[in-house]
Structures are given as structure tokens and as C-alpha cells.
T-cell receptor, first 115, second 111 residues
Framework: KAGVTQTPRYLIKTRGQQVTLSCSPI?????VSWYQQTPGQGLQFLFE???????NKGNFPGRFSGRQFSNSRSEMNVSTLELGDSALYLC??????????????FGPGTRLTVT | GENVEQHPSTLSVQEGDSAVIKCTYS??????FPWYKQELGKRPQLIID?????GEKKDQRIAVTLNKTAKHFSLHITETQPEDSAVYFC??????????FGTGTRLTVIP
């Protein structure tokens, strides 16, 4: 099976702009989680989507949002970009049958640089 | 929310020696504990995980132990090889797909 894919891989934006990142999970996986990775804060959970519904949300401002489509592909959006949003954004997909925590497999990430 | 602490932040071992990385968690409701390996410029890769109903799990040279009472879990790598050099992250979850990660351990295996 193909792994988790993310597009684009690299992105440079200016403060105040918005950005949309895309994630395609492993075929058959219905849960997609998003994480932000920075040298200072490490890996932090943003949100999780399952069956097109946001099921869990981390402690990030409302500028960070996401959605999931019927084919399980997910997008995350960051509006009014700030310099501190520069990070590697990772998505992870999980095969889930009956709730609980399952193995999460990460995509290669999107490296976002805000100038 | 959950708080995961990881030690040490850096670890250097001679090739063939063992490496141990330790993590503690704060939320007694956490019941899933994965470990990820991240090489420079690459995605985190799941290497082993353990659930709260198990005390130890092994996969070839890698093992993880869990002490629920003390709320800590550890990664053990035996017979280390240069290709084991990477950053290792522990994580904890309380039954949902939202992982709380430790701050990472940079492991260097010296040939």
C-alpha cells in the first residue's frame, strides 16, 4: 500500500497570508491527525478527523482549522500567518475499527516557512 | 492534559552497546504508548508500541517496558548499530488518536 502523502512538501508564505495543506491517508485509513513540529515546542497535536468530523482538538488558536473529505483526504488551513507558524506540519493516518488509540503512520510533512 | 517527559535529551553509545530512553507521563488514563524514530529530514517512523494491559513487548533488538503504577515507560535498544542513530520520541494517548509526545532523545551510535 502507498504510504501517507502530503502536498506541498515545501511552502514559503508571507505574514498575514493564509495557507492550505493537504494530506492523503493510507488506503482504508479513516482517521487523520495533524501535528506541528518545531525545534522549540517539539511535536504538538493540532486536531484529528474521523469520518469527516473533527473528533479531537489540540491547544492551538482558531486560525488553525481543518476538514476531511468523504475519501478520508484531509486539509488543514492556517489563516493570518505569523512568523511563529513556521514549522514542519505532519499528518498521520490510522486504521480504526472501534475507537481508541491505534497505530499512526506519518506522512513526510510540509515544511512551511513564514517570512 | 497529558504531559510526557523524556530523558535523556542526548545519548551517545558505542556500537554494540545498549541504549535506554525513559519517559514519564502524567495522566493515569493514558493507555497507549508508541515510540517513533525520526532520522534527519525524514518522517517519524513507528518502531514499537505498547498498551497498558501489557508490561513488556519485544521486537528483535528493540523492547519497551511499561510501569503503570509509576507512570513510566522505557525503550531499550540492544546491540546498537550506526543506523540506529536518530531522534527517538515517546508518546502517550488516552484512548484517542491524539498523541502527546516527549521532547525527543538524540541517539548517536559511535562506530
Amino acid at each position: 500500500k502507498a504510504g501517507v502523502t502530503q502536498t506541498p512538501r515545501y511552502l514559503i508564505k508571507t505574514r498575514g497570508q493564509q495557507v492550505t495543506l493537504s494530506c492523503s491517508p493510507i488506503s482504508g485509513h479513516r482517521s487523520v491527525s495533524w501535528y506541528q513540529q518545531t525545534p522549540g515546542q517539539g511535536l504538538q497535536f493540532l486536531f484529528e478527523y474521523f469520518s469527516e468530523t473533527q473528533r479531537n482538538k489540540g491547544n492551538f488558536p482558531g486560525r488553525f482549522s481543518g476538514r476531511q473529505f468523504s475519501n478520508s483526504r484531509s486539509e488543514m488551513n492556517v489563516s493570518t500567518l505569523e512568523l511563529g507558524d513556521s514549522a514542519l506540519y505532519l499528518c498521520a493516518s490510522s486504521l480504526e475499527a472501534a475507537g481508541g488509540a491505534y497505530e499512526q503512520y506519518f506522512g513526510p510533512g510540509t515544511r512551511l516557512t513564514v517570512t | 492534559g497529558e504531559n510526557v517527559e523524556q530523558h535523556p535529551s542526548t545519548l551517545s553509545v558505542q556500537e554494540g552497546d545498549s541504549a535506554v530512553i525513559k519517559c514519564t507521563y502524567s495522566d493515569s488514563a493514558s493507555n497507549y504508548f508508541p515510540w517513533y524514530k525520526q532520522e534527519l529530514g525524514k518522517r517519524p517512523q513507528l518502531i514499537i508500541d505498547i498498551r497498558s494491559n501489557v508490561g513488556e513487548k519485544k521486537d528483535q533488538r528493540i523492547a519497551v517496558t511499561l510501569n503503570k503504577t509509576a507512570k513510566h515507560f522505557s525503550l531499550h535498544i540492544t546491540e546498537t548499530q550506526p543506523e540506529d542513530s536518530a531522534v527517538y520520541f515517546c508518546a502517550a494517548s488516552g484512548g484517542a488518536n491524539n498523541l502527546f509526545f516527549g521532547t525527543g532523545t538524540r541517539l548517536t551510535v559511535i562506530p
